[in-house]
């Protein structure tokens, strides 16, 4: 049973930037596709970023493209978010996923089996 806990969430300024880290435990990190999804208030949870188990394939929404940069450390069994020029439209509660190996780019919820408990963030105007 994989646990993945994430930190790092807060309230930003318009402009500013985030990192979330998301630290996994209970299985072979090596193995898993890790991914970010995100859930502003009255809105359905949202597909942000994945990364392949190796590293060495990302994918974004268009939303985030270009700001958000995802990235793991296997030797810390994490995953990170590093969050740049953010937007209010980026407030939600982000929550970190993961699957065992490789699927192809997996932009749904019901892909992913494990889940964290998620961090909000909160960007002012």
């Known amino acids: 049973q994989v646990q993945l806990v994430e930190s790092g969430g807060g309230l930003v300024q318009a402009g500013g930037s985030l990192r979330l880290s998301c630290a996994a435990s209970g299985g072979t990190f090596s193995r898993y596709t890790m991914a970010w999804f995100r859930q502003a208030p009255g809105k359905e949870r949202e597909f942000v970023t994945t990364i392949d188990p190796s590293g060495g394939y990302t994918n974004y929404a268009d939303s985030v493209k270009g700001r958000f940069t995802i990235s793991r450390d296997t030797a810390k069994n994490a995953v990170y978010l590093r969050m740049n020029s953010l937007k209010p439209e980026d407030t939600a509660v982000y929550f970190c996923?993961?699957?065992?190996?490789?699927?192809?780019?997996?932009?749904?919820?019901?892909?992913?089996?494990?889940w964290g408990q998620g961090t909000q963030v909160t960007v002012s105007s």
């Open positions: 996923a993961a699957n065992e190996g490789w699927s192809g780019i997996l932009v749904t919820q019901i892909a992913y089996k494990y």
